[in-house]
C-alpha cells in the first residue's frame, strides 16, 4: 500500500511564517487527535478560509507561534500542513514536546468524520512512521486523554481505535 500521502503545504494555502519553530528531538512518540469544533469544511476554498482563521486566531487571541496543529484534515479527504512534521506544535498544554496534533476539521461531538478524512489520518500516520517522524510504536490519543476537554468530539473519539488498525 502506498505510505505517500498528499499534503496541502502552507505556501499553497497561504499560511503566515510562523513567529518562531521549535523542533522535536527525535521521532514523536504520541499522536494527538483533535477537532477544530467548528463546521465541517469539504472543499479547498472553504478549508482554507477556515485554516486562516484558525491561524489567526491561534496567534493573535491564543499568542502561539502559528498555527497549533501539526496536520489538518478536512472531511473530504485533504490534508493540510500546519506546523507539520518535526516541529513542535501547540495543541496540547504539556504534551507538545513528543506529539504530533492532527485536527479533523469540523465538530466532532454529533457529526461523524467522514470516511475519507478518517483513510487520509491513516495513510498519514503510515507516511509519517515510514518518513521517520512517527515512531513506530506510537500511541494515539485523543485530546481528551490529556486535558480536562471534550475534543475530539464524542463520535471522532470513538472511532479512534479505527486509526489504529496499522497496515
Known amino acids: 500500500m502506498d505510505e505517500k500521502v498528499t ?3 502552507r505556501l499553497q494555502w497561504e499560511a503566515v511564517a510562523p513567529r518562531c519553530r521549535a523542533t522535536l528531538k527525535g521521532s514523536a512518540q504520541r499522536v494527538v487527535i483533535h477537532h477544530t ?3 465541517n469544511c469539504n472543499g479547498f476554498r472553504e478549508c482554507v478560509e477556515q485554516l ?25 479527504g485533504t490534508v493540510y500542513e500546519g ?14 514536546h513528543d506529539s504530533v496534533g492532527i485536527a479533523l476539521m469540523g465538530n466532532f ?3 461523524t468524520p467522514s470516511p475519507e478524512a478518517m483513510s487520509s489520518v491513516k495513510q498519514l500516520l503510515r507516511s ?13 490519543l485523543g485530546h481528551r486523554d490529556l486535558a480536562n476537554t471534550e475534543c475530539p468530539g464524542r463520535k471522532l473519539y470513538a472511532a479512534l481505535p479505527r486509526l489504529m488498525h496499522r497496515t
Open 128 to 140: 509519517g512512521v515510514s518518513g521517520g517522524f512517527l515512531h513506530p510504536e506510537f500511541t494515539l
Open 83 to 96: 506546523r507539520g512534521w518535526g516541529v513542535i506544535g501547540a495543541h496540547s498544554k504539556g504534551n507538545n
Open 37 to 39: 469544533a467548528l463546521k
Open 7 to 9: 499534503v496541502v503545504s
Open 109 to 111: 461531538n454529533n457529526d
Open 52 to 76: 486562516v482563521n484558525i491561524q489567526t486566531m491561534h496567534m493573535t487571541e491564543r499568542d502561539f507561534d502559528d498555527i497549533g496543529y501539526n496536520f489538518l484534515v478536512g472531511g473530504d
